[in-house]
């Protein structure tokens, strides 16, 4: 696992995110022990904690993982999936601004593979 | 000048908005999520994403991920004297929730008969070919029987399965030894088998040891193992379990558990009642299933009878070591027969049951074990024969079939083509 580079960044994104997601495992971790918050309640807090643009979104997953934290690396995976879901690959690319790296010969073998069979 | 510190910040935000910031393990994390149509369409993305979802290792943790459904394959009826019109094989899908819904089953042509489910990849049995089908990524393999095996085989003497140390998919063929004069619905003996390793060459014959066998009861793959029933002589209430190796190519004979009514003696048979067995999978682990059947049903079906009174679901810890634990132990009302589909009929805790009269239950096998209470009504399954039904656990999965397509068995759709002037 690498860590997250927290370098050359705008100083208001990293006092932005490292804050949020440490006391958000606080407050998750306090949970198990003190009486449980109401399901819908951490369910809208889960909804608005993700509502952030995708750098941050990006931390946070980085974060988890390296912290090991399940229950944000789940929730915050699950959004970028939810991102990810009903798009084409195109309208993912500009989303997620991937780098298409395939030559029209390429893509016209991964398109020929989806169709392999349904002869 | 400032315009270049603008354009430098932007392409800063423009690096750290991009996903390929992700590390392949957390790339993994969020494309396990996804359903397996949209990771169809993601194959052209990029490089990576193409990687990762060609990769055998994310593809099985994906599998496992995925919602199992009971799939219940309904076997296609003849027309005859009582139903005017042939009635195409049908498969109904029950989801976790066991709501049901009718398969569009694209993959299935109407003599399809369905023999095995493993890991998303369906098999069927066909007049000339066997069919190996992924109905979720529309992939399919057509694959020539043994040598000599007539059109008209039997379905349940083919079998398929995974082990997951090899990473191999198997199909398995019992060859029959003739027997003239055997009345059916009686067991019948095999002395060898036939393997086909898929990607891998023909079919391979395997030696066996002589013992009756009742794969018309089912068989299951758990764990890299086939199991099957078997009858055995001097064996407790006469049954033996049978589990064939799929990486070693071994058999072996596992000593059923302690079951109810029996004093464990070895010897003979014990004063136990007439009790119907059935080998299955729940929970991902081999079990054997006992319920006393009701003796009035007839003869030729006395191995596909209906049970009532107490069902066991025996679950085996430790094939290794023969050690069975029980399970599940519910009363089934002795005012209803049901009878079960095969081979697997217990998902999420619960049983479907068929009863006479074409209705399809669910019943709850945990907590208290009330007469009538916990079947739920699912469906009718008529003009469908309720003691016809097979059931399978399936999930949807990315498993390919076209790494497969390079071996010597391998055949066309339209294999046999028709002679020519036709």
Redesign the interface.
């Known amino acids: 696992?690498?860590a997250p580079t927290m370098t050359?960044?705008?100083p208001t994104?990293t006092q932005r995110s490292s804050p949020r997601s440490l006391s958000t495992a606080r407050s998750t971790s306090s949970t198990s022990t003190a009486a449980a918050a109401p399901a819908e309640d951490l369910k809208s807090f889960d909804a608005e904690f993700v509502k952030v643009?995708?750098?941050t979104l990006?931390d946070l997953?980085?974060a988890a993982?390296y912290l090991n934290i399940k229950g944000l690396?789940d929730l915050t995976?699950?959004t970028?999936?939810d991102m990810?879901?009903?798009n084409?690959?195109e309208e993912?690319?500009k989303i997620?601004?991937?780098?298409?790296?395939?030559t029209p010969e390429e893509?016209a073998e991964?398109?020929k593979?989806?169709q392999?069979?349904?002869? | 000048m400032a315009s270049d510190a603008n354009d430098a910040e932007q392409a800063t935000e423009h690096q750290l908005a991009s996903i390929s910031r992700l590390t392949p393990d957390v790339l993994h994390e969020i494309l396990l999520r996804l359903p397996v149509s949209t990771l169809q369409r993601l194959r052209g993305t990029c490089h990576q994403w193409r990687g990762v979802l060609s990769d055998p290792c994310f593809i099985m943790d994906h599998a496992n991920r995925a919602p199992e459904h009971l799939l219940l394959f309904l076997p296609r009826l003849e027309a005859s004297a009582s139903l005017k019109t042939a009635m195409p094989g049908r498969v109904k899908l029950f989801d976790e929730k066991w709501s049901v819904s009718t398969w569009a089953a694209s993959s299935m042509d109407p003599d399809d008969h369905l023999f095995a489910c493993c890991n998303g990849l369906l098999c069927f049995y066909r007049k000339y070919t066997l069919k190996i089908v992924n109905p979720a990524t529309g992939q399919r393999l057509h694959l020539s029987k043994p040598d000599g095996r007539s059109p008209r085989d039997l379905y349940y003497l083919y079998s398929f399965g995974f082990h997951p140390a090899t990473g191999e998919y198997k199909l398995v063929y019992f060859l029959r030894e003739p027997r003239h004069g055997r009345s059916s619905g009686q067991p019948f003996r095999f002395d060898a088998i036939q393997v086909h390793t898929l990607g891998e060459g023909g079919w391979r014959d395997v030696r066996a040891p002589r013992e009756s066998c009742l794969v018309n009861l089912g068989v299951v793959n758990v764990d890299g193992a086939m199991y099957w029933l078997a009858e055995e002589e001097g064996a407790c209430c006469g049954v033996a379990v049978m589990a064939f190796d799929l990486k070693e190519e071994t058999f072996s004979s596992l000593r059923p558990p302690p079951l109810r009514g029996c004093g464990g003696a070895t010897d003979g048979p014990c004063g136990a009642p007439a009790l119907s067995y059935y080998v299955t999978e729940v929970e991902k682990k081999a079990c054997l299933v006992t319920a006393p059947f009701s003796s009035s049903a007839p003869r030729w079906r006395r191995y596909n009878a209906e049970v009532s009174g107490r069902m066991d679901v025996w679950t085996l810890e430790s094939r290794g070591e023969d050690r069975w634990s029980l399970r599940y132990s519910v009363d089934l009302s002795p005012s209803a027969p049901r009878c079960v589909p095969q081979p697997c009929f217990v998902r999420g805790g619960k049983v479907l049951l068929h009863g006479r009269d074409g209705d399809a239950f669910c019943r709850d096998l945990r907590g208290g074990g009330e007469d009538d209470g916990g079947e739920v009504r699912l469906l009718n399954l008529r003009p469908y024969r309720y003691y016809e039904t097979q059931a399978y656990l399936y999930r949807e999965t990315l498993v390919p079939l076209d790494v497969y397509a390079g071996a010597a068995i391998v055949r066309s759709p339209h294999w046999p083509l028709p002679p020519p002037g036709s």
């Open positions: 696992m690498t050359s960044r705008s994104s643009d995708r750098a990006f997953i980085l993982n690396l995976c699950q970028v999936a990810i879901k009903d084409t690959p993912i690319r997620f601004n991937i780098k298409n790296d395939f893509e991964v398109r593979e989806n392999w069979a349904f002869e």
